[in-house]
């Protein structure tokens, strides 16, 4: 798809530029590194190249065993990092400046050596002036070893310097190609793009407009293989279904008049049949209340006799108590009952 690949495209040269800058990063701390060490060897040999002029400037005028240890300890340090310098600078030049270094720093040795050799031997004694003549030219010659000594260890700090500021050039400069690299393939590319999505959203912001419209027959033609195609399939995709939705829609609104229309006349024969039932509720209640008028009238009849009943069975009861009192008397007073047993009497 044209615009997701030119996306993509933006994506990979950004994370190549990232990339490159982390390489030239490394490649940039790794020179710079190797470049300071460098400057260190060589100003820690021009710090030791110093301290050990002033060691046997001190030694010559004071002349005793501390002072000699420290001079020799100092001219074999000297040694050990110009060894070290000989495995860190690999320049061809620098090389040869180690090696007049070496030789250098192997003569100051012998020179120095005999010197001292000469004023033990001597001892307190003053020199004739033969030997004083021999011991100048000595201390000329070792002067001028310790100078030559200065001047070529200057050289290897200048190409240290050298080194350093080349790496922070390259380093600038590769940065700067790749920033730019970086902007003007975005920019093309974004140009690109920019003029190609433009367009087209024209074609789907007119045909929006149009189908927003109510113009559900209208269709978005737009060619090619990208997103913007995609999109446009999918408008008159969505166009064709809108359009078969209103047609339901439709159809449904007039089958749903229709059956308002019968559910009116269901509705209609309904509020009839209700009131003829209302009418046959009213003279149900009517007859209702009539039974339960006549039911209480009963009720109250029923209730006249039961106490009728009761009062004729009482008094019934009451004469047949009387009459079986009056036997008892009849019998206690020697005469025969007057009335039947059990209190039943011949009507």
């Keep these: 798809m044209l615009v997701r690949q030119r996306l993509r495209i933006n994506e990979a040269v950004s994370v190549l530029a990232l990339l490159v800058m982390v390489a030239l990063s490394f490649l940039v701390s790794v020179r710079v590194e190797g470049a300071l060490e460098k400057a260190r060897i060589a100003d820690a040999i021009m710090t030791a190249s110093y301290e050990r002029l002033l060691l046997r400037t001190d030694y010559y005028h004071t002349p005793g065993d501390r002072a000699k240890v420290q001079l ?195 509705n209609a024969d309904l509020a009839a049949s209700r009131s003829e039932a209302v009418k046959l509720l009213e003279q149900a209640q009517v007859a209702r209340r009539e039974a339960e008028q006549a039911s209480a009238e009963f009720r109250r009849g029923n209730q006249e006799l039961t106490l009728l009943n009761r009062a004729m069975v009482g008094r019934e009861l009451r004469m047949i108590e009387l009459k079986e009192e009056v036997n008892a008397l009849c019998v206690k007073a020697g005469e025969p009952p007057r009335y039947p047993a059990g209190g039943e009497e011949q009507v």
């Design 72 to 266: 020799v300890s100092k001219h074999a340090q000297i040694g050990a990092l110009l060894k070290e310098a000989g495995t860190i600078f690999t320049d061809p030049e620098d090389r040869t400046t180690i090696g007049e270094l070496l030789a250098a720093n192997e003569a100051t040795g012998k020179l120095s050596r005999s010197i001292r050799a000469k004023l033990e031997e001597r001892g307190n004694s003053p020199p004739d002036p033969l030997s004083r003549e021999l011991e100048d030219r000595r201390f000329n010659q070792l002067n001028m070893k310790i100078y030559e000594t200065i001047m070529l260890d200057s050289r290897l700090q200048e190409s240290s310097n050298r080194a350093l500021v080349s790496s922070l050039q390259a380093a600038g400069g590769g940065i700067f190609l790749t920033l730019f690299l970086l902007g003007a393939t975005a920019f093309i590319n974004s140009r690109l793009l920019g003029r190609s999505i433009a367009g087209r959203l024209q074609l789907l912001r007119d045909g929006s407009m149009v189908i927003g419209g109510g113009e559900l027959k209208h269709r978005i033609e737009m060619s090619g293989d990208d997103e913007f195609t995609e999109l446009a399939d999918s408008f008159n995709e969505m166009t064709i279904k809108l359009r078969d939705s209103y047609r339901n829609l439709e159809t449904e609104i007039e089958e749903r008049r229709r059956a308002e229309d019968k559910l009116g006349a269901i």
